[in-house]
């Protein structure tokens, strides 16, 4: 074994392992130094460092012969693929509503989700991350329209709002 050749951390550990007085990763300036005192110490107890430290040759497992018993099915158990819901639905919602060909802006999008959805804080940049998300994913999102609501005046506000459709909330279990 060389010692030149082994990393700071293992001359440490190999250091720790022969010493009488355990060595902090601080305790030597150098790596030469390490090196040195752990030759010193090595001198000092006899102690061969070719065969020491080798990494120990781990024996396989043998695998068992024996089939492991299976787990006893109880008929009353409830079925392990109904899941709770993890979120509120806002991510599931905005998706839906992003795909609308009728391309409502992202401001609007998310003041819909806060609207059907109790304690949601959707913002535009959280349904614009959505849209990213799915564009990452290969699905195509519908274009948003060009005209933002702040822009429009009354009878282009109110012909856009014609277009909104109000999703009816999931049932919940």
Known sequence: MKLEDMSMKDLLVLHNKIADKQAGPKSFATRGKLVTRIEAIAADKNIDLASFGRPQQHEAAIPS?????????????????????????????????????????????AAMVNAQLD???????????????????????????????????????????????????????
């Open 65 to 109: 012969t024996q089939p492991q018993t299976k787990a006893i099915e109880n008929p009353d158990a409830q079925p392990e693929t109904v899941q709770a819901m993890r979120g509120k639905g806002i991510g599931a919602l905005a998706r839906q509503i992003l795909m609308d060909p009728a391309g409502y802006p992202h401001r609007l999008i």
């Open 119 to 173: 304690g949601a804080q959707a913002t535009d940049k959280s349904v614009r991350w959505y849209a990213n998300d799915m564009r990452k994913k290969g699905i195509e999102v519908p274009p948003r329209q060009k005209a933002h609501p702040a822009d429009m005046d009354a009878e282009q506000s109110a012909e856009a709002m014609k277009t909104v459709r109000v999703v009816e909330r999931a049932a919940e279990d």
